[in-house]
């Protein structure tokens, strides 16, 4: 099968801490991902929401709009208004030829707050996964209306980030949601990708490959950080260079098609993200390779 190679911006300019990478103008960004070789990108905060803007800028350099994060607050709306909210960013993605659309669900979200702790995270009772996996099959028939699959992003400090918590989504949801597979989600939550892959590859609609220093993310599980402490304190980083086991992973996915998306966020005034840029599609083209055609 095949599959894409992307990158998300957020290599170069946090989305959380706008301040983190501020300096670092669009053109910039595009340009070194273009120069790393990947095939196209993920929406980030400084990118134009409207199509006619958009296209001619990736255009300039070569690169495909991959998808974009949506904000969902279901547990706090019902399918129809959560559809009317989403339906300027599903005819954005739509509009720009993707396939995808990264639904993940905020309300009570902690991990955009840099003074909140981890164990502060929302978290679902047994008796409400039926009524939130419900809005969401409602709100996955809409974006498949749009020619999109809604791919579940699981996210530390949110609602859906233990494996317990994403077995408990996709059981309450119906086919038409698909499983965003974050591979350093998975592991910072405890979860193992691996079986994550195995279990649910045939509703995997999208895979963001993040790997994992595993000190400072011990860190930061043992003090009760926050997310964004991990964040700044290099606990992310490009496949290839941490702890997780890609080859593994890949190989509980040999029917996926798609795109693999570097997704590592860090300090770019300490990790230079272009060289970073060029380590990650490096390393995740050879893993790939490994089980899959590339496109």
Same mark, same amino acid.
């Given at each position: 099968?095949?599959?894409?190679?992307? +990158?998300?911006?957020?290599?170069?300019?946090?989305?959380?801490?706008?301040? #983190?990478?501020?300096? +670092?103008?669009?053109?910039?960004?595009?340009?070194?991902?273009?120069?790393?070789?990947?095939?196209?990108?993920?929406?980030?905060?400084?990118? /134009?929401?409207?199509?006619?803007?958009?296209?001619?800028?990736?255009?300039?350099?070569?690169?495909?709009?991959?998808?974009?994060?949506?904000?969902?607050?279901?547990?706090?709306?019902?399918?129809?208004?959560?559809?009317?909210?989403?339906?300027?960013?599903?005819?954005?993605?739509?509009?720009?030829?993707?396939?995808?659309? +990264?639904?993940?669900?905020?309300?009570? %979200?902690?991990?955009?707050?840099?003074?909140?702790?981890?164990?502060?995270? /929302?978290?679902?009772?047994?008796?409400?996964?039926?009524?939130?996996?419900?809005?969401?099959?409602?709100?996955?028939?809409?974006?498949?209306?749009?020619?999109?699959?809604?791919?579940?992003?699981?996210?530390?400090?949110? #609602?859906?980030?233990?494996?317990?918590?994403?077995?408990?989504?996709?059981?309450?949801?119906?086919?038409?949601?698909?499983?965003?597979?974050?591979?350093?989600?998975?592991?910072?939550?405890?979860?193992?990708?691996?079986?994550?892959?195995?279990?649910?590859?045939?509703?995997?609609?999208?895979?963001? %490959?993040?790997? +994992?220093?595993?000190?400072?993310?011990?860190?930061?599980?043992?003090?009760?950080?926050?997310?964004?402490?991990?964040?700044?304190?290099?606990?992310?980083?490009? /496949?290839?260079?941490?702890?997780?086991?890609?080859?593994?992973?890949?190989?509980?996915?040999?029917?996926?098609?798609?795109?693999?998306?570097?997704?590592?966020?860090?300090? /770019?005034?300490?990790?230079?993200?272009?060289?970073?840029?060029?380590?990650?599609?490096?390393?995740?083209?050879?893993?790939?390779?490994?089980?899959?055609?590339?496109?």
């Amino acid at each position: 099968m095949s599959i894409s190679l992307g +990158i998300n911006p957020i290599t170069w300019s946090n989305d959380d801490l706008q301040y #983190v990478g501020a300096d +670092i103008s669009l053109q910039t960004c595009l340009a070194q991902t273009a120069a790393a070789g990947f095939d196209g990108i993920e929406l980030g905060h400084k990118f /134009p929401r409207d199509a006619e803007q958009l296209r001619p800028l990736l255009d300039e350099h070569g690169l495909a709009l991959v998808s974009g994060w949506y904000s969902g607050r279901l547990l706090t709306r019902d399918a129809a208004s959560e559809a009317d909210a989403m339906k300027k960013h599903a005819s954005l993605l739509a509009a720009m030829g993707c396939e995808v659309l +990264i639904f993940a669900e905020v309300t009570g %979200c902690i991990h955009s707050d840099i003074d909140a702790r981890l164990s502060q995270r /929302p978290e679902l009772a047994a008796g409400d996964w039926r009524q939130f996996g419900e809005r969401m099959s409602e709100v996955a028939r809409v974006a498949a209306d749009y020619g999109l699959k809604l791919s579940y992003h699981h996210h530390m400090g949110t #609602v859906v980030q233990s494996a317990a918590d994403i077995d408990a989504l996709m059981q309450a949801t119906s086919d038409d949601v698909y499983l965003l597979l974050d591979t350093g989600h998975a592991f910072f939550a405890g979860a193992d990708p691996v079986q994550l892959a195995a279990s649910y590859a045939d509703r995997i609609g999208h895979l963001h %490959c993040k790997d +994992i220093r595993e000190l400072p993310m011990r860190r930061c599980l043992n003090r009760d950080g926050s997310f964004l402490d991990a964040v700044l304190d290099g606990a992310f980083t490009v /496949p290839g260079d941490g702890c997780i086991d890609f080859p593994a992973v890949l190989a509980e996915l040999r029917d996926y098609s798609g795109w693999a998306v570097v997704e590592a966020e860090q300090d /770019p005034s300490i990790a230079p993200p272009a060289r970073y840029a060029r380590l990650g599609h490096d390393n995740l083209r050879a893993l790939v390779r490994a089980e899959h055609d590339l496109v």
